[in-house]
Each structure stands twice: as C-alpha cells, then as structure tokens.
C-alpha cells in the first residue's frame, strides 16, 4: 500500500506559476513511476504529466507541454510538478497517482493505469 499527499495549490492569477508536491509514503517511491492529473467541474479527469521511476523519462500532454515541468527527488519521496504560465483553463483539482507495477516508464496516460490516488490539491487561475 502506497499513500499520496498533495500540497502546494492555491489561487493565482492567470500568468502566475505554483509549484505542486505530491509526498508518498508506505513503499520505496523511487521504484514506482509517478503521474499528475486533474480534473475540473463537470469534467473528466485529465492527464497532465509523468515519470518515470529513476526521472529519466517524462511525458506531458500537449497543452502542458512547455509550460509544466514535473519532476522528482527519491531521496525525498517527493514529486513535484512547476507549473508556469497559468491560464485559467487550468483550474481543476490536481492528483498525483502511482501505479503498483515497479520499475514503470512514464507512458501511462490514463486513470486506469494508476492504483494510488492522493486526495488532491485545488488550483485556480484568476482572469
């Protein structure tokens, strides 16, 4: 069993950044890839980045691309996602999630591919 805490959202103008961190605890975190998600009102979760279990390897969605970074520290059991250049379409609640599967790439792009879930953390970008 693995548990995930967010932490890090907020409210912030459109153009601002924030930088997510998701804390993991329960199981050695620097095996296990990491994602980032979110999911506005009326909307269906959406993914946002991964990585990989040694950080080598990321993926974004294209909207993402450019403006997010994500990244880790095993040392720390962390991962973090910088987020720049927000615009109001990004708000949502933000998740990060892990699979069960050790030694992961970071090619998981859907929800089902990910069996831990953090409680998540609100964004909201201001106009």
């Known amino acids: 069993q693995v548990q995930l805490v967010e932490s890090g959202g907020g409210l912030v103008q459109a153009g601002g950044s924030l930088r997510l961190s998701c804390a993991a605890s329960?199981?050695?975190?620097?095996?296990?890839?990491m994602g980032w998600f979110r999911q506005a009102p009326g909307k269906e979760r959406e993914f946002v980045a991964a990585i990989d279990w040694s950080g080598s390897s990321t993926n974004y969605a294209d909207s993402m691309k450019g403006r997010f970074t994500i990244s880790r520290d095993n040392a720390k059991n962390t991962g973090n996602l910088q987020m720049n250049s927000l615009k109001p379409e990004d708000t949502a609640v933000y998740y990060c999630?892990?699979?069960?599967?050790?030694?992961?790439?970071?090619?998981?792009?859907?929800?089902?591919?990910?069996?831990?879930w953090g409680q998540g953390t609100q964004v909201t970008v201001s106009s």
């Open positions: 329960g199981r050695t975190f620097s095996t296990y890839a």
């Open positions: 999630a892990a699979p069960k599967r050790p030694y992961s790439g970071s090619g998981r792009v859907k929800p089902s591919e990910y069996d831990y």
